[in-house]
């Protein structure tokens, strides 16, 4: 295949197969790579595009994130991700996605005033907990009960009416920290605790999680802006597994609800959502300082199966940009809940140091990113690994919500049907069972 551009005409890419020739426009985005448009690719030459796990393939026109994995660069609407968890509140980060610009005052508040009174759920939600077993795992009843909201609000699945995806929009992010929290305390056996409307989104989270009923929760700033900064952080990651299997889903006209819920469930895997939990579990096999070298040999050799976990990105092949930001939480929050000597976080420390410097990673250039520290983080605060990717959910909500919109509201929106390289059996005649 050859680009071309023909002066005053678009570019093209032409492509040759079997004596016949094809050109292909080569449409350019605000950022980033061009693509080349192959959907007449059948009807001109007779074939389609082999991409497993679509590494390689534009799926959709996007307005909201931008990433550049060789420069680690993340992008909303424009704005860095640097800034955004710095400076901005969730509530800003959340107007954004789904408006396109950051609200002024009077934006926000009526913004924030509308998200606040969305965050009860039915009361019969809470009688819906009680089929659960106490030990499921909370992203199992995080799932069920995202999807059951569909029957609690069967509007929503009317989504040609604009209003009903607003609503529906809201209703979701306002609802899921209600639902996360409500998943923890119902594994532990405690009172649910709901919402309150004086707080913010971070610190209602933090005290629907760690509020008793015979004893009130403080909320500490610092917690509570780390707390922020990470529902920044994984607000939203582009065309991800989740947020593809989203999009996927909502292109059938299925209600949001389920498509949150189908979200969810693909979050839930250990090569996705499930990473920050791997770290810990990654440091808790190493033990201590003096087992770490025999670890780094291991994870050298292709053959051992053993994964350095926390290093590296499938997108970012330098550095990943949120894990700077989440270093610096990270620290902050040990310093202010006076964790001096935790043997997990000196183990990390010291993992870091040596692969940072080791010329083995340092070609393969796998860095530390954003799930290396967000699991101490979150182990500090007193978060349960079981949680970790609960709370991955609860922040990226607002993506998987801000994407769904874009895509049910873009002319021209079809139904997802990949294709597939057919490997299996040519056609055969049928053997009656009496004579095979």
Partial sequence: ??????????????????????EFPVLSGTLGQDVIDI???????????????????????SKITFIDGDKGILLHRGYSIAELAENATFEEVIYLLLNGELPDQNEYKKFTHTLTNHTLLHEQIR????G????????????????????????AGDIAIKANRQLAAMRLIAKIPT????????SLGEALIYPRNDLNYAENFLSMMFTRVSEPYKINPVLARA?????????????????????????TGANPFACISAGIAALWGPAHGG??????KMLEKIGTKENIPAFIKQVKDKTSGVKLMGFGHRVYKNFDPRAKIMQKTCYEVLDELGIKNDPLLDLAIELEKIAVTDEYFVQRKLYPNVDFYSGIILKAMGIPTSMFTVLFA????????SQWLEMVEEPGQRISRPRQLYTGSAPRAFVPFSER
């Fill in 394 to 401: 609860l922040a990226r909500t607002t993506g998987w919500v």
């Fill in 275 to 280: 990473a920050n939990e791997a770290v810990l």
């Fill in 39 to 61: 959907r007449t690719l059948p009807a001109q030459l007779g074939a389609f595009t082999f991409d497993p796990g679509y590494g390689e393939t534009a799926s959709c026109n």
């Fill in 1 to 22: 295949m050859s680009a071309s551009q023909n002066e005053g005409k678009q570019r093209t890419a032409t492509l040759s197969l079997d004596g016949k020739t094809a």
């Fill in 179 to 186: 639902i996360a929290a409500w998943t923890y305390k119902y």
């Fill in 127 to 130: 009688n819906f907990f009680n």
């Fill in 227 to 251: 707390m922020n900064r990470i529902l920044i952080l994984h607000a939203d990651h582009e065309q991800n597994a989740s947020t593809s299997t989203v999009r996927m889903a909502g292109s």
């Fill in 132 to 155: 659960f077993r106490r030990d499921a795992h909370p992203m199992a009843m995080l799932c069920g009960t995202v999807g059951a909201l569909a029957a609690f609000y069967p509007d």
